[in-house]
């Protein structure tokens, strides 16, 4: 069968896009062809080191024969099932291996998209507080620079104001408080959440949302005694706690999870779960905060759609936990992720490069123009250095900014060391050529 794609117009709309980026020619040409392990390959035969995991989301890397072979002994064996009204064997297995990793939480709906599963969690809240005698309780507190999600709520929820002002008029009921990094006040934080919680509004909050490092803003980890001190002021509200984990669940920050230890009544798990090889993520919930629910016979989750716990998609999910423990891939993503740590710290010493963030398997690169007055990388620069990366073998993808790097979990030492030196190399040579424009 002939492909005629490059004859063709582009018709394919893409999320978070500009326009420009599809524009060339009005021609398809692929930029990434295939993937095998940790790298990529492109159209025009360059091997690239997939230093962002995709977005964040191949903890195993892209082609794995084990994920590839429990799927497709799915579909042979069960095609389709619907989550609605019928068990499933598929999800029942996932479920109990979730639950057996983190003592917390003791049930699990599961959904297709990170944003489905950040969205389940505030509605099923909003159910339980219904269902003990407080209905009016709807609404969510989040914080600014967070991102939740793509869907009309969570896009309401998250922290962007130039997503929501696209999608206006927003969902009602989301308050925002600053966020304790990138130079906000922790103490103001905190008093922000106080004031909401103890307000006029505090009678009407069903939930607080969070995400242990905040991604899209930057890869930011949120101050561990921060979290212990908001999490306790939303208790004594009676207010419910939900950890947004799409980005960091499944070992990304060396551990099983990175709000493990926390007193939260939802996670949500996403990216790390289907492993890029399937559309799977979920939402956890503690037997406690659900039991208004569960324990009513006529009690009803009144969320969910058609494909949530495809049985494909849940095989994927059990066959990527069962990797990651194999292969000790969270004692792993600690000790690589520490060397990871450290090297892009060193090189903070280059003047393009900023402030370094980050824990584990996942962090964010600050890109900066010392020749600025703000400080600002600007396109042009920014760009640069993107496209030198990729010369050099390594791709990168940013969040405004920042490079966010997630690379997989089976990352070997010696990948690691290439993806390093790719990346000293870019930065030196960048930095020199910025010095050479400002002096001329």
């Known amino acids: 069968m002939t492909d005629q794609s490059s004859d063709r117009e582009y018709r394919v709309l893409h999320g978070w896009t500009p326009m420009s980026d599809f524009a060339a020619d009005n021609a398809l040409d692929p930029d990434i062809d295939g993937a095998c392990g940790s790298f990529l390959t492109t159209g025009h035969g360059l091997t690239l080191a997939d230093a962002s995991g995709g977005l964040w989301t191949v903890p195993l890397g892209h082609g794995r024969e084990d994920v590839i072979e429990a799927m497709t002994a799915a579909l042979r064996d069960l095609t389709y099932l619907s989550s609605i009204g019928l068990k499933s064997r598929y999800a029942d297995r996932l479920a109990a291996r979730l639950l057996g990793l983190d003592p917390r939480m003791g049930r699990v709906q599961f959904h297709t998209t990170g944003s489905a599963a950040v969205e389940g969690a505030i509605l099923v809240l909003r159910q339980v507080h219904k269902a003990i005698g407080q209905p009016q309780r709807t609404g969510v507190v989040a914080l600014d620079m967070a991102y939740h999600g793509g869907s009309y709520l969570c896009i309401s929820v998250s922290g962007f104001s130039e997503d929501r002002e696209q999608v206006t008029p927003l969902a009602p009921g989301v308050h925002r408080i ?49 979290l212990e001190e908001a999490i306790a002021l939303c208790r004594a509200a009676g207010v419910a706690v939900i950890a947004d984990e799409v ?87 600690a000790e690589i992720g ?61 969040t405004g900014d920042t490079l966010a790097l997630a690379p997989p979990l089976t990352l070997s030492d010696e990948e690691l060391a290439g993806m390093l030196d790719a990346m000293r190399s870019t930065f030196d040579v960048v930095s020199r050529r910025m010095a050479r424009a400002q002096a001329s």
């Open 338 to 398: 520490a060397r990871f740590q450290a090297a892009l710290r060193e090189m903070e010493a280059f003047p393009v490069v900023g402030a370094v963030r980050g824990k584990g398997l996942f962090a964010g690169v600050d890109l900066v123009d010392p020749n600025a007055p703000d400080g600002t990388i600007g396109d042009e620069w920014r760009e640069k250095i993107l496209f030198r990366l990729a010369t050099s073998g390594v791709f990168a993808a940013p």
């Open 178 to 226: 600053k966020p304790p990094v990138a130079g906000h006040d922790p103490a103001a934080s905190l008093a922000e959440l106080r004031d909401i919680l103890n307000g006029r509004h505090g009678a009407t909050i069903s939930s607080f949302v969070f995400e242990p490092i905040m991604g899209t803003a930057g890869v930011h980890p949120l101050p561990r005694d921060w």
């Open 247 to 333: 980005a960091t669940g499944l070992g990304r920050t060396g551990a099983w999870f990175a709000s493990t230890g926390l007193d939260i009544d939802a996670m949500t798990l996403g990216k790390g779960l289907g492993g890029g090889y399937a559309p799977l993520s979920a939402t956890l919930f503690s037997e406690q905060i659900v039991a208004p629910i569960t324990g009513d016979a006529d009690g009803e989750v009144k969320t969910g759609s058609t494909m949530d716990g495809y049985p494909a998609a849940c095989a994927a999910g059990l066959a990527i936990i069962d990797a990651i423990e194999r292969e000790g891939l969270i004692a792993r993503a």
